[in-house]
């Protein structure tokens, strides 16, 4: 079991944090068993503060069923309704009362069941059950409806003594050799997420790499932070559990996911069979995501993930030690490299169309002529290129490497001959010069 999921509060006292949110919590699911307030709620707050935590630790707390059901999951509103269906069926087969917990209800909009929130709101006008809903963000305006009929708590970023404070625990726990100092860059890097802090610890203890110069380095990754830490665990672990788990704090898509794997692989992986097993599950995996796509159907990506990142980690039959370091996909190189060259285009469409007057759009169309201009005659292509002013770069660009070294030969050539040329005629100037204000005996004594 991966670190976030071993140290999740089982009651709502061990939840740290929010403590007002935690009473409001309390306070309304007693009021909603006792008939005061029979609205559901909706627990919102930033990424890894508690939220789902809370609503599984009030359930555990109160003795009640936890049903938990994500939102923007299409069969949720049809399992929702058969549970809450009437008041015969809000218990469940023990008698308890059935909790029910509808995470990332902020995902529902913009899902292609457009239907979704309205199935929703339907849902809790009839409900016989308590539900707690969840959400990062309930202000989108498509979320107005819901927050009016719904009592809404607010939870806050974990400030970063709590988070510190967690931290500590969990090393003690796990033996780990880590000082105070390392604990302080994480909990502070993770920016109230305490989600995000678990995994950094746990990152870095796998990689060997609990010490102040590596938990620094966590601020440069920024963005890829969380697929950083995703493959790294793939890669480094050798237990399903938490090669499937890992992947459900994943933030990214499954695409960038395979395309980070894909390139990591052989750097982890030394042994020949074991890259090569590696390889045939990810593409396992990326048949299940490409076929989930077209269908529409997204439930086939659950496997996609599975064979990528479970098929992947236990492709190794042991863990590699030590650090590896991991490199970004080329295929974003290559992106950044296609933005280069728009840039490129774009310029010299526009030293096209300032020296001749006409559109870019036009200019364009003329790209092609101009290329096998400068590709079957390099010496009008040299003309061409001094009447536009084209860089080097430019002219590789419209044509290769090799024609525009070419090119640009001759025209260096060229401006020396015009050098040698103007030199000649400067000499012979001064030549001329210096002959007619040649002071005879003569003209001096005119
Ligand atoms: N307040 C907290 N007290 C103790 N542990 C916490 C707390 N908040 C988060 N954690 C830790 O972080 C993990 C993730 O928390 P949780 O799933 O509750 O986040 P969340 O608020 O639901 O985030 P998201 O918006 O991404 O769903 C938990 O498993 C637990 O280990
Ligand atoms: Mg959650």
């Not at 890829?224 to 890669?235: N, Q």
Request: net charge positive.
């Amino acid at each position: 079991m991966n670190w976030v999921e071993k140290y999740r509060p089982k009651s709502l006292d061990e939840v740290v944090g929010n403590r007002k949110a935690k009473e409001e919590l309390k306070r309304w699911i007693e009021d909603y068993i006792s008939g005061k307030d029979r609205r559901p709620v909706i627990l919102a707050g930033p990424p890894g503060c508690g939220k789902t935590t809370m609503a599984r630790a009030l359930g555990r707390d109160y003795n009640l069923d936890v049903i938990e059901l994500n939102a923007s999951d299409n069969r949720s509103a049809e399992i929702v309704r058969s549970i809450v269906g009437s008041a015969a069926e809000s218990k469940s087969i023990l008698g308890r009362r059935i909790l029910v917990v509808l995470d990332e209800i902020d995902g529902i909009s913009g899902t292609m069941d457009k239907g979704g929130l309205r199935e929703i709101l339907n849902i809790i006008k009839t409900a016989k059950n308590p539900i707690i809903m969840t959400a990062n963000d309930i202000y989108k305006p498509s979320l107005k409806p819901l927050r009016e009929r719904c009592k809404v708590i607010n939870l806050r970023p974990l400030p970063t003594n709590t988070i510190l404070s967690v931290l500590k625990k969990i090393a003690q726990e796990e033996g780990l050799d880590v000082d105070e100092e390392t604990l302080k860059l994480i909990a502070k890097h993770a920016q109230g997420d305490l989600r995000a802090a678990i995994n950094d610890l746990e990152s870095l203890a796998l990689g060997g790499s609990l010490s102040p110069e590596e938990a620094k380095k966590l601020d440069s990754r920024n963005v890829e932070k969380s697929i950083f830490d995703v493959i790294k665990m793939i890669l480094k672990t050798t237990k399903y559990d938490i090669a499937l788990s890992t992947l459900w704090d994943l933030k990214e898509d499954l695409e960038t996911l395979e395309e980070w794997l894909s390139e990591n692989i052989p750097r982890e992986y030394k042994k020949i069979e074991e890259v090569a097993t590696a390889y045939d599950y990810l593409s396992k995996g990326d048949m299940f995501l490409g076929r989930g796509k077209r269908r529409q159907n997204y439930n086939l990506w659950r496997y996609a993930s599975a064979l990528m990142g479970t098929g992947v980690a236990l492709a190794k039959e042991e863990k590699y030690r030590g650090f590896t370091p991991y490199v970004r996909p080329k295929v974003f190189t290559k992106l950044l490299q296609n933005k280069s060259k728009r840039e490129i285009l774009k310029r010299i469409l526009s030293k096209i169309s300032s020296k001749t007057h006409v559109s870019t759009k036009r200019a364009r169309e003329d790209l092609i002529y101009l290329s096998t201009i400068l590709e079957r005659d390099p010496y009008l292509g040299a003309e061409l290129v001094r009447f536009f002013e084209f860089t080097e770069e430019e002219v590789e660009y419209l044509t290769d490497k090799n024609t525009a070294k070419k090119i640009f030969k001759i025209l260096k050539e060229r401006e020396k001959k015009k050098e040698i040329k103007k030199d000649k005629i400067k000499k012979k100037e001064e030549k001329k010069e210096s002959k007619g204000k040649q002071i005879t005996l003569e003209t001096f004594l005119q």
